[in-house]
């Protein structure tokens, strides 16, 4: 294997174990939602990524009985 194949494997690796984590601890996925509006969505446009978080924010603290404390 050449130095780039392991760079590339390594870094796929490393993109993929970064979004299992994101999902673990609740970080919205600004990409996946994009490739997801324009697949299911044409007519849509997508969120900003500023507007994204906002939202994904506003959902994750307004909803009830959704906090521990």
Partial sequence: MTTR?????TRERVERAACVVRRVI???DYDLYVAHVRANH???EPLSREEFVQQ???DR??????RCC
């Fill in 42 to 44: 044409p007519d849509t």
């Fill in 5 to 9: 194949e392991i760079l590339r494997v």
């Fill in 26 to 28: 609740g970080v919205p």
């Fill in 61 to 66: 603290y307004n909803r009830p009985g959704n």
């Fill in 56 to 58: 994904r924010l506003m």
